[in-house]
């Protein structure tokens, strides 16, 4: 941006009454860009756990939780399920070489969650369903629906950004 301004008091009070729209413009493109990249990645860690409901089960829910305050603009994508970290990381010893790029960084990986289990066992597992049917597992694969989220935010970010700031 370029403004060109006299030095009379009004021409400057007219550079200052600019300045300030421009910086309100430039805030509420801001706040547009941190919603549009907290949706990109609702949107992706929704697609992925959809996927993974199978027999009438559910993953719970998930949304965008805005964070901010009058200082910044703060978007969380939350997820709250009893199987989010199986989701994300895996499980059972068919999986256990399946692994999350962060599992190490964030302290976690199949049998490393509370509730550790059975994931080890080569015979596997059966568990309750929400259908009240006993189902046999050797486990899940990670599915990472965080993680994968997380990356189409930062593969998008420069393209999302354009758009808004053109």
Not at 37 to 46: E, H, N, P, R, V
Not at 47 to 68: D, P, V
Request: with cysteine.
């Amino acid at each position: 941006m370029q403004i060109k301004f006299g030095l009379s008091p009004k021409e400057i009070g007219k550079a200052i009454k600019g300045i300030e729209e421009y910086k309100k413009g430039l805030n509420k493109k801001c706040e547009r860009l941190i919603l549009e990249l907290a949706d990109l990645g609702y949107k992706t860690s929704k697609a992925i756990l959809q996927e993974h409901i199978y027999s009438g089960q559910t993953i719970g829910s998930i949304r965008i939780e805005n964070l901010s305050d009058s200082q910044k603009t703060r978007m969380s994508i939350v997820v709250e399920s009893s199987a989010i970290l199986f989701l994300e990381f895996g499980a059972g010893i068919k999986y256990s070489s399946t692994a999350h790029p962060k599992a190490s960084e964030l302290g976690m990986g199949p049998g490393t969650y509370p509730g550790k289990g059975y994931w080890d066992s080569p015979s596997g597992w059966w568990y309750l369903g929400d259908d009240g049917e006993y189902h046999h597992s050797y486990g899940i694969e990670a599915a990472m629906p965080m993680y994968q989220a997380e990356q189409a935010i930062i593969r998008d970010m420069n393209k999302v950004a354009k758009k808004i700031f053109k």
